[in-house]
């Protein structure tokens, strides 16, 4: 049976949740959840949330699915421990070196990996099986095609998401809200820059980042028929009343009975601008994007036909009722419906078609006036889960008494439990009858359950106190709230660092596309290059013309790899039997692919090193540590682990790649319809700030956004060397060969005379920073994430 997977980000969710029909449900704690602003569950709610869900057979899955810093480590699998022993059926992490340490400690921990993860391919969830991972939540970039391709070729559940906000960049692979304000969404604390607005080439501002919703609601049967074990709702910081009205829908739609009320429902309660099916049926143009609005458009109501002084005229577009909350279209600027005059009356409601007056102070004539809270779904919703007749569990009881002993036994399904009372006593004048027992013991309203068959034995004339059959029947209950949490054994937790003490003299890596500069880079002596990536329109594609190199260079595949898989895979083994051994990969499915070819194998920022632990999951050269730890951060990683290791000292970083297309989107064109019109060059995208971010697009129609500024540290080359890293990473994208030269040169020269203990800039390190002062950043070297 498919699983309805809900999100809950207080316990009132989780009810709402599961009293509406969720299998299950994720939630996220205090600790290490990534989205810390949600209100998150403590301790005790956790255990409360595994009692009260596994008594309606729900499963509780709990998010642990941030990047981990070394010093974070023992707490975090400490807490893992604790979500084991109280309970929780998996746990949703992220982080590649803790997921080594789960297997390791807690092997019997159900592991699900999160779409933090950026899984996209069919070897990449293999891979993950292989290490132990149950379930993987694939990329929602993903088309159905392409999920059950993976789902029919695997032995790991698959998870998709089915609705809710989506991110426009890959996840897990987005560094814009880091890079531009510290707030990283891989440390769950993401300030969502994709819904600010942008202009593009100094056009219009629009939200040109921000998408539509999710939902699949029409095609749950589809996604059932390719073989996905789970049906995601996103949504944890959203508010109980939501989370009730999308699982409610969603339930329907997978027991075949969904109508047009719920679809309007769940328009109502939350959409920016519709909805959109995203990737699923490669729809990836301007109509899955909300350009307008990025936040809660609500339904159209109407537009102003008149002022009178603080109220306006509205002719009707949906029905209004008192309570109701409306919003000047894409001002934020709303009121709540206090009053409604209709024919000159006052009135409770009114319906479309009617010309109401209502109070708005700050519209005014000809604005578009947007229903953004309706308060009959909101009071609907809240009766489902908070109610009188709420959803309860069924269990059986049977209550036996004589002189000496009274037991009662109860049982849900295969769990049973019993409790002993104390010996009653023969009664004098009034014995306790049967039919006191029975109302005695049916009052459950205060737990999930009620007695759908409740058997009394007694010997007759026996005297029981009222108060000891109620506390049988608490007694009982909670005993088997016990029994159905699923305790398990406190395991201890012991984490061994590996001690690096080497001091070593690091090597200059560059990573291009472009054989000019993979030459250039060589010249100035870089002791490897990195060809290939992202296959950007902008850059040239030919290894080959490299070949005489070849001892210095390298293919470099990206961290998205999923139509292109196979070509990139046979284009890899032809590679290998031209010479070429090493490659640098940043996609855990195409690293398993190289790793059969033989290659030996550098791990890329997809892989999100943010650990020790996770320099030693997979096999490897080196590893390129994340661009979000600090100088200190960075050291405590490399003096811990065995592995060699790599840090980027120059570039743009790339803060996020998309499956969809500003350039072409904003122009009205999708994948299919579009004329190439990137021109295959580097367009820009300018914020409020005036900062303005480049992007390339490859040849696959991605589109990748760069920083505005370069990350250039070359007057702490102290602080760099005092870190041991193996290799210094270079990276270029729209720097011409001259200026390559001349910063392998600068940086090569720098570590020359800085293991000589001359940490002076020389001329053509100033020469370069002076050329780049107004675009320079030094990255989160000397201020991290928190």
């Known amino acids: ?12 969710s989780l009810k709402a949740a599961v009293i509406n029909g969720a299998n299950a449900v994720y939630i996220g704690g205090k600790e290490f959840s990534a989205r810390q602003y949600a209100g998150n569950f403590d301790r005790q709610e956790i255990i409360d949330a595994v009692r009260f869900s596994h008594a309606y057979d729900v499963k509780v899955y709990v998010t642990l699915n941030t990047l981990l810093k070394n010093e974070e480590l023992n707490d975090a699998l400490n807490y893992a421990a604790f979500l084991y022993e109280s309970g929780v059926d998996a746990i949703i992490v992220q982080d590649i070196g803790f997921l080594k340490l789960l297997k390791e400690i807690l092997p019997e921990f159900e592991v699900h990996a999160s779409t933090q993860m950026s899984v996209n391919n069919l070897d990449g969830v293999n891979h993950l099986y292989s290490l132990g991972v149950k379930r993987v939540v694939l990329a929602r970039e993903l088309s159905l095609s392409e999920i059950e391709y993976i789902c029919k070729n695997t032995q790991a559940e698959i998870e998709v998401f089915i609705h809710g906000a989506l991110c426009i960049c890959f996840s897990g692979q987005c560094l814009f809200s880091s890079m531009i304000g510290g707030r990283s969404g891989n440390r769950g604390r993401c300030a969502q820059p994709c819904r600010m607005q942008y202009s593009l080439e100094g056009g219009e501002k629009s939200y040109i980042l921000s998408p539509k919703d999710l939902w699949t609601i029409e095609h749950i049967d589809k996604l059932i028929k390719a073989g996905v074990k789970s049906l995601k709702i ?23 009975g969904l109508d047009e009320e719920d679809k309007k429902n769940i328009m109502s309660i939350f959409n920016r601008g519709g909805f959109t099916t995203a990737y699923l049926f490669e729809n990836q143009g301007p109509e899955m994007m909300s350009y307008q609005n990025p936040k809660n458009w609500g339904t159209a109501l109407g537009k102003v036909l008149d002022k009178k002084g603080k109220f306006v005229i509205i002719k009707l577009e949906d029905k209004l009722n008192l309570g109701d909350g409306i919003e000047i279209f894409g001002t934020g600027k709303g009121v709540p419906v206090n009053k409604i005059y209709k024919n000159g009356k006052e009135v409770e409601s009114a319906n479309r078609g009617d010309e109401v007056k209502i109070y708005f102070e700050e519209a005014k004539k000809g604005d578009k006036i947007y229903k953004t809270q309706d308060i009959k779904l909101i009071e609907r919703a809240r009766e489902s889960f908070e109610g009188k007749c709420i959803k309860k569990v069924p269990i059986n009881g049977c209550f036996k008494a004589d002189l000496e002993k009274v037991v009662l036994t109860i049982k849900k399904d295969d769990v049973e439990v019993k409790v002993l009372g104390e010996a009653p006593q023969r009664a004098i004048s009034k014995p306790t009858t049967r039919e006191k027992v029975i109302e005695s013991l049916s009052k459950t309203k205060d737990t999930p359950f009620y007695f759908e068959d409740l058997e009394v034995e007694m010997q007759e004339g026996l005297m029981i106190p009222i108060s000891q059959i109620n506390e049988l029947r608490r007694s009982a209950i909670e005993k088997l709230l016990d029994k159905l949490q699923n305790k398990k054994q406190r395991v201890d937790i012991n984490i061994n660092f590996s001690k690096n003490k080497k001091e070593i003299i690091p090597k200059v890596a560059v990573k291009t596309g472009r054989i000019d500069v993979a030459r250039a880079a060589i010249e100035a002596g870089a002791d490897i290059v990195f060809f290939g990536g992202d296959r950007l329109r902008i850059n040239s594609k030919d290894i080959e013309g490299l070949i005489q190199h070849k001892e210095k260079i390298a293919p470099y595949f990206s961290e998205i790899i999923i139509e292109e898989f196979d070509a990139l895979k046979q284009r890899a083994k032809e590679l290998k039997s031209k010479g070429f051994n090493c490659a640098l990969c940043g996609n855990i499915g195409f690293y398993k692919a190289l790793k059969e070819i033989e290659y030996d194998v550098y791990l890329d920022k997809g892989f999100n090193i943010f650990n020790s632990f996770s320099v030693d999951l997979f096999e490897n050269k080196a590893a390129l540590i994340s661009y979000e730890l600090n100088i200190k951060e960075i050291k405590n990683l490399i003096e811990n682990t065995k592995g060699n290791t790599m840090i980027t000292v120059y570039g743009r970083t790339k803060l996020m790649v998309s499956r969809y297309c500003p350039i072409g989107s904003s122009k009205g064109y999708n994948r299919e319809t579009c004329p190439n019109v990137c021109n295959n060059k580097i367009h820009y995208l300018k914020d409020r700030m005036g900062e303005k971010f480049p992007i390339a697009t490859d040849i696959y129609c991605r589109s990748h956004i760069y920083n505005s500024k370069k990350t250039i540290v070359l007057e702490h080359i102290k602080d760099l060397l005092s870190l041991n890293s193996d290799y210094w990473v270079l990276e270029f994208l729209d720097e011409d060969a001259h200026d390559v030269k001349n ?12 293991i000589k203990g001359d940490f002076t800039l020389s001329q053509l390190a100033i020469g370069i920073l002076e050329k780049n002062k107004n675009d320079i950043t030094k990255g989160h070297f000397y201020r991290g994430v928190q």
């Open 234 to 256: 996103e949504g944890r910081m959203k508010r109980p009343e939501y989370v009730a009205t999308v699982v409610s829908s969603y339930r329907k739609a997978i027991d075949n």
């Open 743 to 754: 910063i392998v040169s600068a940086y090569k020269d720098a570590i020359s005379r800085g």
């Open 1 to 12: 049976m498919v699983e309805l997977l809900a999100p809950a980000g207080d316990f009132e």
